[in-house]
């Protein structure tokens, strides 16, 4: 997993085209990249998201935020309870 201001970018190898590509996660636009070493997957990467969050600002869009896996949520104790338990059992 990479890591960049925030956004986190996958990366895959395909060993018949023998390049590294990537996708960045958690944000409903589509942001890829790609390179042939290391090194290059990685500036690539950074690359890719600073040219997605400049295009955004020329735009003035505001950039999706990656998801951080947390979200807040009112539910009445005894469904929490049930609910901890559930999870606890398995």
């Known amino acids: ?20 590509h990537g996708e960045v ?20 990467f950074k690359d890719s998201v600073d040219d997605y969050l400049a295009f955004c600002k020329e735009r003035g869009e505001e950039p999706d935020k990656p998801f951080s896996g947390k979200f807040n949520l009112r539910i009445p104790p005894d469904l929490h309870a049930k609910l901890s338990i559930a999870v606890n059992n398995h």
Do not use: C, P, S
């Open 1 to 20: 997993m990479m890591k960049y201001k925030g956004y986190r970018g996958h990366v895959e190898y395909d060993d018949e085209a023998k390049i590294f």
């Open 25 to 44: 996660l958690g944000i409903r636009d589509v942001v890829t990249f790609q390179g042939t070493t290391v090194d290059e997957i990685e500036q690539a």
